[in-house]
């Protein structure tokens, strides 16, 4: 917030402000015209206007303008994707990929499944086992 600064070390007022204009006709100050201004749209009626509880905010500047933009826009995609409809033959996939109910398969956790390995995987598995004891030793020797 801006506050204006009030000091006037000449005490002369607004005249001095202006340029040192003096007052107009008879020494009468000079009154501001007041004019009247837009309605400018606020957060809170942006808010009231998204709850339903308002209509449609117009006059907005700045960020409100780009706020009230954005959830047009958001309201307008939101409409268009609860129009889209997932194909038929989706469902059918979705469906064919799921297990039995009687399956125990999908159910059972990784530690209580077989285990199936080849005779290769097997006599590696044996082989970095026993070199990893061979390291070991060698490094307790020391």
Known sequence: MKLDDMYEPNRRGDA???GGRQPAEGG????????PLAPVATF??????????APEPSGARGDT???VEFWRRLEEETERRRRVVTPPYVASRIMAALPEPGSTTAVAPWWKKDVQLSP???VALA?????LGVL????MAR
């Open 16 to 18: 001095a402000r202006e």
């Open 120 to 122: 290769a995987t097997i």
């Open 28 to 35: 009468a100050p000079l009154a501001d015209r007041e004019v």
């Open 127 to 131: 082989l970095g086992a026993f070199s």
């Open 65 to 67: 303008a780009r706020s």
């Open 44 to 53: 809170d009626h942006i808010h009231r206007w998204l709850d339903g509880e």
């Open 136 to 139: 070991a030793m060698r490094f």
